[in-house]
């Protein structure tokens, strides 16, 4: 069974930085393409990230140049690294496949305030 675990989340000031991790078990992570996705009340999930087997990366427009992902296949685990964050960037952050195939895990809370 695919378990997902996602963590790193917390309260930061505007401008202020975050690294998210998401621990993927119960599959053989190097051969997944993977994202993070974030969602706020009321509104749809959307990806903000996506990293390729191959390591080959693509991001939501909002995000590029402050958010870097990466994964280390040896440990299973994807991150996030956010810089910069604005309100904006406020939501519950969750990892899953190129198809979002797999279980969503119960997310990681960004809460962007001054």
């Known amino acids: 069974q695919v378990q997902l675990v996602e963590s790193g989340g917390g309260l930061v000031q505007p401008g202020g930085s975050l690294r998210l991790s998401c621990v993927v078990s119960g599959r053989i992570f190097s051969f997944n393409n993977m994202g993070w996705y974030r969602q706020v009340p009321g509104k749809e999930r959307e990806r903000v990230a996506l990293?390729?087997?191959?390591?080959?990366?693509n991001y939501k427009d909002s995000v590029k140049g402050r958010f870097t992902i990466s994964r280390d296949n040896a440990k299973n685990t994807l991150y996030l690294q956010m810089n910069s964050l604005k309100p904006e960037d406020t939501a519950v952050y969750y990892c899953?496949?190129?198809?979002?195939?797999?279980?969503w895990g119960q997310g990681t809370q960004v809460t962007v305030s001054s």
């Open positions: 990293i390729t087997t191959g390591g080959s990366t």
């Open positions: 899953n496949d190129l198809y979002t195939s797999m279980s």
